[in-house]
């Protein structure tokens, strides 16, 4: 703490010197920063790069993107060492889209590419939100018609704020793909009583807690392909009374149980392509016995036992159609 102190009554000693300094009226702030950096010593030049970089992402970016400000912040970033270097890109590219969009995002990331040759930006650039940030921010799209919210390549990190979007019992289509949350907390989706269709593909998913969907009585279509789920916990699904279509395709479940699919009484498509599934329990598919029309498993290690136990369940069913 002492060594902190004393390190800012140096820099301010250094910054007073320089403001008695005779120096061009015109000189700009970046100017001034430079000069100053000139007459520092090495070990109080990072200190004295900080503070300004941390003065700039606490103000107001201007108005309208501007490639100019950009890269002269960013040749701000460059000066620092490469270990600080992917905190400040992270904080800056974080605010920029905050600020303008993800329509905007491409110029820095564009100068990103050709100043800092030794990263790859979609390593560097790890940032991340929750919607109620995107929320603070007013970057959460306005509902298109017919009632359609997308949420998707966001860099969306958790489910938080999901609750405070306004007019949900409006939305009939929500898709949030191609981000990087894990969870899906219990009864995420509270106050969409009027949801019909829920994509959440590509992501991060590998926890689907229990009664994450119990609001959501009236969706017909949902889609988890892409993930990571490896186990699906009992009545996860609960809720879900009017679903007609389950796309579980492209994840690492490997066993499917009595209660995986609890609840799942009007289903009548079920995809689990490409998955691990190893173990399916006799009574896994009671639950839509009699709404049933297909189950797709393309592109799982099934045993010669469990493919033999799949063609006697075809048999019993009857009706419906088991692919794999």
Do not use: C
């Not at 090495?42 to 490639?67: G, Y």
């Not at 590998?206 to 279509?221: E, R, T, V, W, Y």
């Not at 289903?267 to 839509?288: E, G, P």
């Amino acid at each position: 703490m002492k060594f902190k102190s004393m390190l800012f009554i140096l820099v301010a000693l250094f910054v007073g010197h320089l403001g008695a300094m005779d120096v061009p009226s015109k000189m700009s702030a970046k100017e001034k920063l430079e000069l100053l950096l000139k007459k520092l010593p090495t070990e109080l030049q990072m200190p004295i790069l900080s503070i300004r970089i941390n003065q700039l992402l606490e103000a107001p970016f201007p108005k309208a993107a501007s490639l100019n400000f950009a890269i002269s912040f960013l040749s701000l970033i460059a000066q620092f060492p490469q270990k600080y270097k992917k905190e400040y890109l992270n904080k800056f590219a974080k605010k920029w889209f905050l600020t303008y969009g993800k329509e905007k995002e491409l110029k820095p990331i564009s100068w990103i590419e050709k100043h800092f040759p030794d990263q790859i930006p979609e390593q560097v650039l790890d940032y991340r939100f929750s919607i109620a940030e995107l929320l603070n921010a007013g970057r959460i799209s306005t509902i298109r018609s017919p009632g359609i919210l997308n949420l998707s390549k966001q860099r969306i990190n958790n489910l938080d704020g999901l609750d405070q979007i306004p007019n949900k019992e409006r939305i009939r289509k929500l898709y949030i793909e191609e981000n990087q949350f894990t969870t899906i907390p219990v009864d995420a989706f509270a106050g969409f009583t009027n949801l019909l269709e829920l994509k959440l593909g590509a992501n991060h998913i590998n926890d689907i807690q229990i009664n994450a969907f119990a609001s959501l009585n009236s969706l017909q279509i949902l889609s988890l392909m892409r993930n990571q789920i490896n186990y699906i916990k009992a009545n996860a699904f609960v809720g879900l009374n009017s679903l007609q279509i389950l796309n579980l395709n492209n994840n690492q479940i490997n066993i499917i149980t009595d209660d995986t699919f609890s609840g799942l009484h009007e289903l009548k498509s079920l995809m689990l392509d490409n998955n691990t599934i190893v173990d399916i329990s006799d009574n896994a598919f009671n639950a839509f016995k009699s709404s049933i029309k297909e189950i797709k498993l393309y592109n799982n290690p099934l045993s010669p036992q469990l493919k033999k136990k799949l063609k006697k369940l075809k048999k019993q069913f009857g009706i419906f159609r088991v692919k794999f």
